[in-house]
């Protein structure tokens, strides 16, 4: 009989069992990891495309289909879909394996994407984007799930910088890729472009990966679920509807109450659930508890950062959408080689809390110089903030991940990172809303007096700028909490294989040595390293 002295324990104190322990990786060469690497890549730049390609073309989608009143639910539809189901994949994944479930998600975002090609109404196109969202929550979540599955922390960073580098990519190819085919081709090819690509990532993967996992015999939280997705999408419709329309109407005001009520309904059921979709025990590990507080507030400051951007560059600055998707080039070489670098470095040296301390600071950095903007900063000063912007992203985007795989279970592992990629979208859906808002309400303010000072057009120009630098001041303080709360972050040994290390650092570093013990020998309190066969 097992004592409990005797049962292995994971970082967050939960005991493990033998189906909890983890499989035998298996091994690959370099080269292999890359094909498997480039099949993930591509199917995550799909669904984190989608979130910004469609952007250029709203405009000729609400014209062609005379529905200028629905064009924002465009984008609504699928934001939803993706940042509802995420913690669904992760779960399933776990479940019955990431490799199949990662294939059923490029085939629904592709079936939603054909469709979303065919629509012949607004309506259509807002159902059929509900569609491709669905198939995204997987792709965005499970591809840096299948990392861990593939690669031991201690390597996976120089190869997890590259996914960081895709995630900001997307962020400026989608505008500049959208811009591009609204002009020489057609609204159409938004959606019909990620086809082909995404038939070269299911075919990659199908071919190349190789994931064992143990088939666990259980049942899907259905109550959890419907509790989550139905809280989630209230809250998010909430939102949208405050940022659309530049106030809390009586409506709005109840469906954010309602969606609040039923996901705390969702966390009361979650301490009862047999097999919960989301396990509360995880918060209990504070690498996780804080890696996903990171995750929140970087998904505000990304989304709330960058997506106002090209409209600056449209609206004022007067360069078409193909131009203002090349002014954002600088922010992608900011995240290029600080990721790759960190990643890099991490995998060398064993250590990720210093980048993601100097990551959020830089990026506080960032958000602070672009509440500076104004209708005629010079294009090297907006060049550089962008690209000190997109160095904060890449020092610590990715590097959270790793830290919170580091830290769980193997049985948690799709769990725990659909859960850090749920909360950055979910901070990226409020920030643009809520951020979107203030725009709108300090311009409307400011447009009267702007007009009359300098004229119709430049001051027009001025109101839209001063809209978005008082956006950006409201962002400032959000990116200074992101700073504060990345010292709470512990720093453990990135392990080669196996379950997760012992801490080696951490705030006041309480004496714990490299090898995850304390001076003295002994293991420090409740972050016993976990014993796998």
């Not at 080269?31 to 199917?43: A, H, T, Y």
């Not at 996992?213 to 679920?225: Q, S």
């Not at 995998?347 to 100097?358: E, L, T």
């Not at 193997?410 to 909360?423: I, L």
């Amino acid at each position: 009989m097992t004592t409990l002295a005797e049962t292995p324990t994971t970082l967050a104190g939960t005991p493990t069992t033998p189906a909890a322990r983890s499989i035998a990786r298996p091994q690959y060469s370099h080269r292999q990891i890359l094909v498997i690497m480039s099949g993930l890549m591509l199917g995550m730049l799909l669904a984190a495309l989608d979130q910004t390609i469609v952007s250029t073309a709203l405009t000729r989608i609400s014209v062609d289909f005379h529905r200028t009143d629905l064009y924002s639910w465009v984008v609504t539809s699928y934001l939803l879909t993706s940042t509802a189901s995420t913690p669904l994949y992760g779960k399933i994944s776990d479940l019955y394996g990431r490799k199949t479930i990662f294939q059923v998600a490029i085939v629904i975002f592709l079936i939603g994407s054909a469709l979303c090609g065919l629509s012949q109404s607004m309506f259509q196109l807002i159902i059929f984007r509900g569609i491709q969202g669905l198939g995204a929550g997987g792709l965005l979540s499970l591809a840096l799930a299948i990392v861990g599955d593939v690669i031991p922390p201690r390597q996976r960073g120089r190869y997890q910088g590259y996914f960081g580098a895709v995630f900001a990519m997307s962020s400026v190819l989608g505008p500049l890729v959208g811009g591009i085919l609204v002009d020489n081709a057609s609204w159409r090819w938004v959606f019909y472009v990620n086809i082909p690509i995404g038939i070269i990532a299911l075919v990659v993967i199908n071919r190349v990966l190789r994931i064992s996992y143990e088939r666990v015999h259980a049942k899907i939280d259905v109550a959890g679920a419907l509790l989550m997705v139905g809280g989630v999408s209230l809250v998010l419709i909430a939102v949208q509807n405050v940022g659309q329309q530049g106030r809390i109407t009586p409506t709005t005001l109840f469906l954010g109450i309602l969606g609040v009520l039923l996901f705390l309904a969702f966390l009361g059921w979650e301490t009862r659930a047999s097999e919960p979709l989301l396990p509360l025990r995880l918060f209990r590990n504070p690498i996780f508890r804080i890696s996903s507080a990171l995750c929140f507030i970087s998904g505000i400051v990304i989304f709330g950062g960058v997506i106002f951007l090209p409209q600056y560059m449209q609206t004022v600055r007067g360069v078409d959408p193909t131009m203002s998707g090349l002014r954002l080039t600088p922010m992608l070489g900011g995240v290029l080689i600080a990721s790759i670098t960190t990643g890099r470095l991490v995998s060398r040296f064993g250590r990720y809390r210093g980048f993601v301390i100097s990551g959020t600071f830089v990026l506080a950095v960032g958000v602070l110089l672009l509440s500076t903007l104004k209708v005629d900063t010079g294009w090297w000063v907006l060049s550089g903030t962008i690209f000190i912007l997109g160095t904060g992203l890449g020092l610590f985007m990715q590097t959270t991940v790793l830290a919170t795989q580091n830290s769980v279970d193997p049985r948690d592992m799709g769990t725990a990172t659909s859960a850090v990629t749920f909360f950055r979208t979910l901070g990226g859906a409020i920030g643009a809303s809520v951020l979107g808002a203030i725009l709108i309400a300090y311009e409307r303010g400011h447009t009267g007096s702007s007009i009359a000072k300098y004229g119709p057009t430049l001051g027009s120009k001025e109101a839209f700028t001063h809209g978005i630098t008082q956006a950006y001041l409201w962002l400032i303080p959000v990116a200074i909490i992101g700073f504060a709360v990345s010292f709470r972050l512990r720093e453990m040994k990135l392990r080669g294989d196996g379950g997760p290390s012992a801490t080696v650092g951490g705030p006041g570093h309480d004496g714990t040595d490299h090898d995850g013990t304390d001076a003295d020998g002994s293991d420090p309190a409740g972050y016993r390293p976990a014993v796998f066969s």
